[in-house]
């Protein structure tokens, strides 16, 4: 009896997931026929990077010591031509033993890994790791992702023809301990979701972190990566993109390549609770800011509770 209530519950969440999902496809649809195009000033034309061109990937860390020496360890194993890379780690104010792992995996690897500080959320974690970085490109890799296997080689060319990548996004299913029917029934919501963003960050241009976005650090400084984007406390990835947007409806192009390789991100929170409980949360939160104009300061307050 058991088993069979559990079947239903996976049946159930697999019907919700695609019922979510279609409503994200359809605001999403809706909402990129309504973006207006605008080219901010010091944007530059878009030309070939060199093939030894440098990479910083900078990681904004907040209580993230469960992740984060699997994440640092991957980016060294993974990157095709380690000597053009580096890392740099952002203490957001954690606390956990987050940094000591940091300190000690920097130890143990043959890998350039930086670490800074900084207070009042991801944008400005983000803000504080670019400013340090020393790449012509910036990668921004949450602490729970893994990155595939050349992942430099792929980014430099894709910022050779565009202003932004992002990789295919994906649930790392090597963290999914269920067995049997149940976790055949289980992983279905996993599946649509990975398509539907697909989908999402393709066609409608709208990756979002979990991705691992990158661009020129010319083209972040000019897109207001230092300044705008600084200021807020979560959903910067969701304001980069959305100029990213602007600029190509002005420029009449897409201005964000999706690579076809994924970014295998941690489930944790899908784990926590249902793939549709929590996608539809998310769903909830993004109609607000698209349509009733929340600010990231208040999305934080909503999603988290608390003021930053």
Same mark, same amino acid.
């Given at each position: 009896?058991?088993?069979?209530?559990?079947?239903?519950?996976?049946?159930?969440?697999?019907?919700?997931?695609?019922?979510?999902?279609?409503?994200?496809?359809?605001?999403?649809?809706?909402?990129?026929?309504?973006?207006?195009?605008?080219?901010?000033?010091?944007?530059?034309?878009?030309?070939?990077?060199?093939?030894?061109?440098?990479?910083?990937?900078?990681?904004?860390?907040?209580?993230?010591?469960?992740?984060?020496?699997?994440?640092?360890?991957?980016?060294?194993?993974?990157?095709?031509?380690?000597?053009?890379?580096?890392?740099?780690?952002?203490?957001?104010?954690?606390?956990?033993?987050?940094?000591?792992?940091?300190?000690?995996?920097?130890?143990?690897?043959?890998?350039?890994?930086?670490?800074?500080?900084?207070?009042?959320?991801?944008?400005?974690?983000?803000?504080?790791?670019?400013?340090?970085?020393?790449?012509?490109?910036?990668?921004?890799?949450?602490?729970?992702?893994?990155?595939?296997?050349?992942?430099?080689?792929?980014?430099?060319?894709?910022?050779?023809?565009?202003?932004?990548?992002?990789?295919?996004?994906?649930?790392?299913?090597?963290?999914?301990?269920?067995?049997?029917?149940?976790?055949?029934?289980?992983?279905?919501?996993?599946?649509?979701?990975?398509?539907?963003?697909? !989908?999402?960050?393709?066609?409608?241009?709208?990756?979002?972190?979990?991705?691992? !976005?990158?661009?020129?650090?010319?083209?972040?400084?000019?897109?207001?990566?230092?300044?705008?984007?600084?200021?807020?406390?979560?959903?910067?990835?969701?304001?980069?993109?959305?100029?990213?947007?602007?600029?190509?409806?002005?420029?009449?192009?897409?201005?964000?390549?999706?690579?076809?390789?994924?970014?295998?991100?941690?489930?944790?929170?899908?784990?926590?609770?249902?793939?549709?409980?929590?996608?539809?949360?998310?769903?909830?939160?993004?109609?607000?800011?698209?349509?009733?104009?929340?600010?990231?300061?208040?999305?934080?307050?909503?999603?988290?509770?608390?003021?930053?």
């Amino acid at each position: 009896m058991a088993l069979l209530i559990d079947n239903a519950k996976a049946l159930f969440d697999i019907a919700m997931i695609v019922a979510v999902q279609a409503l994200m496809l359809a605001q999403v649809s809706f909402g990129y026929y309504r973006v207006k195009g605008e080219a901010p000033e010091g944007v530059t034309v878009r030309e070939d990077l060199p093939k030894d061109a440098t990479l910083s990937i900078v990681i904004p860390a907040y209580r993230e010591a469960a992740t984060i020496e699997a994440t640092l360890r991957r980016v060294a194993q993974a990157a095709s031509w380690p000597s053009r890379c580096e890392v740099v780690v952002v203490d957001a104010g954690g606390g956990d033993d987050t940094m000591p792992i940091v300190q000690r995996v920097k130890k143990e690897l043959d890998f350039d890994i930086k670490t800074t500080t900084s207070t009042g959320g991801r944008g400005p974690a983000v803000a504080a790791g670019a400013a340090k970085a020393k790449g012509q490109a910036l990668l921004v890799l949450h602490a729970d992702t893994l990155l595939p296997y050349a992942f430099d080689d792929r980014i430099i060319e894709a910022l050779g023809a565009n202003y932004a990548c992002c990789f295919r996004f994906a649930v790392d299913r090597t963290q999914i301990e269920w067995k049997g029917l149940l976790r055949w029934l289980r992983l279905v919501p996993f599946e649509v979701m990975e398509r539907t963003v697909s !989908i999402r960050s393709g066609f409608f241009q709208l990756p979002f972190g979990d991705q691992a !976005i990158a661009c020129r650090k010319t083209t972040f400084a000019a897109l207001g990566g230092f300044d705008e984007l600084a200021k807020a406390p979560m959903l910067e990835d969701y304001l980069l993109v959305q100029k990213l947007r602007r600029l190509g409806k002005a420029l009449g192009t897409r201005c964000i390549t999706q690579l076809g390789v994924p970014a295998r991100c941690h489930p944790r929170r899908w784990l926590a609770r249902p793939v549709w409980r929590v996608n539809w949360t998310n769903q909830v939160i993004m109609v607000q800011v698209a349509y009733r104009g929340l600010t990231p300061q208040q999305v934080f307050e909503l999603y988290y509770g608390r003021r930053v």
